[in-house]
């Protein structure tokens, strides 16, 4: 039933590409570490770059769990599954890492998400992933469900704020400069928006 594929082309990537939400999945080192699995939306945040390298956008959020953990071992799991249409589930394992505002790749990265004002939702790293196992599975007992719309509560309640107050929100939040298990999270003060 399942299938590995050598790189992200063709049906594969056009599935991926079409989804409007996917699953990261990541842990510490450490055997008693918590592990961590966020959901991830809003139309235009993830962009195919190659055959092996994705990356989607990392917004504003009350944890920087999947940050902390990249920096402490990169290894990432990435999911999509078909909620509607043809039954399908699509993992990619790879490797991540986090691109942070004051990289020297950021404009260039930013580029390849020409479908999303990044601007509403505090942009605060782009996440770039190499797939090393690329699987797919039947997906039987995932639920059909129906797509609506992009909720747009998490651009309403970011648009409000610049830079400065944006860092001031993750420096009160208990769970992004560190992780829970004590990781370096998010740096800040967040570096500037730099103009792409």
Known sequence: ????????????????EAQPMFFTATAPLAGD???????????GSFAVLDELMVAYLDFAGS????I????????????WCA????PNIVRVHGRGEPVFRDDPRWPE???????IDPG???????????AELIRDTCGYAVPL?????????HGQRFAREDDASLSAYFAGKEHVATSIDGLPGLPLPLPPTPAV
């Open 68 to 79: 902390a953990h990249l920096r402490e071992n990169g290894r990432i799991t990435l999911m």
């Open 120 to 130: 509403p939702h505090g942009l605060r790293a782009i996440v770039l992933v190499r």
């Open 1 to 16: 039933m399942g299938k590995t594929y050598a790189r992200i082309d063709g049906r594969l990537r056009t599935f991926i």
């Open 109 to 115: 990265l930013l580029r390849h998400f020409p479908d």
């Open 83 to 86: 909620f509607d249409g043809p």
């Open 33 to 43: 570490g918590t592990i961590n699995l966020s959901p991830k939306g809003l139309r």
């Open 63 to 66: 944890n920087a769990e999947t």
């Open 145 to 153: 469900m129906t797509y609506e719309a992009d909720r747009d509560l």
